[in-house]
């Protein structure tokens, strides 16, 4: 079981950035492909982006492609979404998520995929 805990969102004005970070309980993580979802009110949740186990594919949806960035610090077990530029349009709850893999190179861009869940953190830019 891999539990998961994001931190960093809140209120940004249009144009701001925010980085928001995923920690895990413990170092399972580092054999998981992670994930950053987002769900806006009335809405599903979407893929915003994800990063192999290796680290070396990394994929952005191509509505925050250019201001957004995912990362993984692998000693702190730490994923990490760098918002820039950010747009009322960006403003939902943001999850992050872990699929457990035998690929060391694979993204999962579907919320089906992934077996472990945090709680959400909310994001909301104000215009």
């Known amino acids: 079981q891999v539990h998961l805990l994001e931190s960093g969102g809140g209120l940004v004005q249009t144009g701001g950035s925010l980085r928001l970070a995923c920690t895990a309980s413990?170092?399972?993580?580092?054999?998981?492909?992670l994930g950053w979802f987002r769900q806006a009110p009335g809405m599903e949740r979407d893929f915003v982006a994800g990063i192999s186990v290796n680290g070396v594919t990394k994929v952005v949806a191509n509505s925050v492609l250019d201001r957004f960035s995912v990362s993984r610090d692998y000693a702190a077990n730490t994923m990490y979404l760098q918002m820039d530029s950010l747009k009322p349009e960006d403003t939902a709850v943001y999850y992050c998520?872990?699929?457990?893999?035998?690929?060391?190179?694979?993204?999962?861009?579907?919320?089906?995929?992934?077996?472990?869940w945090g709680q959400g953190t909310q994001v909301t830019v104000s215009s």
């Open positions: 998520a872990a699929a457990a893999t035998s690929s060391t190179s694979i993204v999962f861009p579907v919320a089906s995929r992934y077996n472990y």
């Open positions: 413990d170092s399972t993580f580092r054999t998981h492909t």
